[in-house]
C-alpha cells in the first residue's frame, strides 16, 4: 500500500471552495417563484453548475492536496465525466424542487438525488488517477452513501424548510460540509497501490493541468459567490410559501399587514408598490375588487374573479391567474381581509377560490383541491383542520 500525506492549506481551500459553491448555488434558487418557466430553467442550470462544480472542484483541490511517492495522473475521460455527472445530478434535484409540489416525499427523493451526485462523482473522479490504483473496502461504500444521502436530504429540507436568508446559510453549511465529510470518509475506506505508468494508454492530465483547470473553476465560483452574496445583501429577504402539500392543522397568527423590511437594520427597503385602497370586500362583489400585481416593474390589476388561487410568499404573496403566476404586494393575510368570502383559506400558505374549484380529493390526513384551468397550478393543499370549511363552501355537507 501507497504511504501519502495532505497539504492542510489545499485542505482548507477545499473545504472553501465547497463552501462558497454551495451558497452560490442554493442563493441562485430563490426567488425562483417570480420568474418566468424559462427563466427559472436557466437559474436553475445556473445553480447547478455552482453545486455540481462545487464538488467537483472540491474533490480535485482535495486530491492535489494528497502528496503521493509516486508521479500521478488523471485520465481525461473519467475526469470531464465526473464533473458532468455532478452538475446533472444536482440540476435533476433542483428541478424536483422547483417544478410540481414540494412534498416530503419529494424533497428526501432530491436529497438523496443531491447526495448520489457527491458520491459518484467522487468515486469516478478517483478512477481517473493513474500511476497508482485505488482499493475499495466495501462497507465504505455503503457508508459514505448513507452519509451523503442523509446529509444531502438535509441540505433540502432546511433550505426549502422555509426561504429565507437563515435558512440558506444553514443549508449552505449542510451541503458544504456534506461534500467534504463524503470525500475524506470515502478516502478513509480507500487505500492505493503503485501500477506501471506503462499500464495506461488513455490520455491523462498531469496535476499542473489538474491545477490550472482547478484554479479556473475556482476563479468562476469566488466570483459567482461574491456577486450572490452582494446581490444578497442588497436586496430584501426572500421568504417562500411553507412547503407545499404538507398536512397542518393550524395557522400561525400572521399580522394583518406586513412589516416594514427596512426596519430590519441593515436590509433596505424595496421598491415601493402601490397599493390599491379598496373598501372592506364585504361591502364589494369579487367583480369589483381587483388585486395588484407586478410586472417588468409595472404594477397592473386583475378582477379577484380571474384569480385561482394565491400563494404566500414571505410577507407577499404569489397569485394564480390564467396567464400563469405574477407577483402580489399582499401578504396572504391581507389578502384574505380584503378579498370576499368566496376566498378560503385552505392552508396556512394559500387562498383558493371556491368558484374556480373544479374538484376535491380527500386524502387520509388533508386533501387537495383541483382547480379548473389554472396553467401554473393544478391543486392546492388543504390542511386537515380546514377540509370541513372547505366541504361546507363546496356544498359537500
Not at 438523496?112 to 462497507?139: F, Q, S
Not at 460540509?177 to 488513455?202: G, I, K, L, P, Q
Not at 417562500?240 to 399587514?257: I, L
Request: proline share 7%; glycine share 8%.
Amino acid at each position: 500500500m501507497i504511504l501519502y500525506t495532505y497539504d492542510p492549506w489545499l485542505v482548507l481551500a477545499s473545504v472553501a471552495i465547497s463552501m462558497m459553491a454551495a451558497f452560490t448555488g442554493l442563493t441562485l434558487t430563490q426567488g425562483l417563484s417570480r420568474l418566468t418557466k424559462g427563466q427559472r430553467q436557466a437559474r436553475i442550470v445556473m445553480a447547478a453548475i455552482a453545486l455540481g462544480g462545487g464538488i467537483w472542484s472540491m474533490h480535485f483541490v482535495a486530491m492535489l492536496s494528497m502528496r503521493f511517492p509516486v508521479l500521478v495522473h488523471y485520465d481525461i475521460l473519467p475526469t470531464t465525466a465526473s464533473a458532468l455527472i455532478a452538475i446533472l445530478l444536482a440540476g435533476i434535484a433542483l428541478l424536483l424542487m422547483h417544478f410540481g409540489p414540494r412534498t416530503h416525499a419529494r424533497m428526501g427523493l432530491a436529497g438523496a438525488i443531491l447526495g448520489t451526485g457527491i458520491v459518484t462523482m467522487h468515486y469516478v473522479g478517483i478512477n481517473a488517477i493513474e500511476g497508482c490504483r485505488p482499493v475499495y473496502e466495501p462497507a465504505g461504500f455503503v457508508i459514505v452513501g448513507l452519509i451523503a444521502a442523509g446529509m444531502g436530504a438535509a441540505a433540502i429540507g432546511i433550505a426549502y424548510g422555509r426561504r429565507t436568508r437563515r435558512n440558506t446559510l444553514l443549508a449552505t453549511l449542510v451541503f458544504g460540509a456534506s461534500v467534504v465529510v463524503v470525500h475524506f470518509s470515502a478516502m478513509n475506506w480507500t487505500d492505493f497501490v503503485e501500477v506501471s505508468r506503462a499500464a495506461f494508454d488513455a490520455p491523462a492530465l498531469a496535476n499542473a493541468q489538474i491545477a490550472l483547470i482547478v484554479l479556473l473553476a475556482g476563479f468562476v465560483i469566488s466570483g459567482a459567490f461574491l456577486l450572490t452574496a452582494a446581490s444578497l445583501l442588497d436586496g430584501p429577504a426572500e421568504a417562500v410559501a411553507a412547503v407545499e402539500a404538507m398536512p397542518e392543522d393550524t395557522p400561525p397568527a400572521v399580522p394583518a399587514a406586513p412589516p416594514d423590511p427596512a426596519s430590519k437594520e441593515g436590509e433596505p427597503a424595496p421598491p415601493r408598490i402601490e397599493k390599491p385602497h379598496d373598501p372592506a370586500p364585504a361591502a364589494q362583489s369579487s367583480a369589483s375588487i381587483r388585486v395588484p400585481y407586478e410586472k417588468d416593474g409595472t404594477t397592473f390589476f386583475v378582477p379577484a374573479g380571474e384569480v385561482f388561487a394565491l400563494r404566500a410568499e414571505g410577507h407577499y404573496s404569489i397569485v394564480y391567474i390564467a396567464s400563469g403566476r405574477v407577483f402580489c404586494p399582499w401578504s396572504i393575510s391581507e389578502a384574505q381581509k380584503r378579498l370576499p368570502a368566496q376566498f378560503l383559506r385552505v392552508h396556512r400558505s394559500y387562498l383558493v377560490n371556491a368558484a374556480r374549484v373544479a374538484g376535491f380529493q380527500r386524502r387520509k390526513d388533508n386533501g387537495y383541491c383541483l382547480l379548473d384551468g389554472s396553467p401554473s397550478l393544478d391543486r392546492v393543499p388543504v390542511a386537515r383542520s380546514r377540509i370541513p370549511e372547505l366541504r361546507a363552501a363546496l356544498g359537500l355537507t
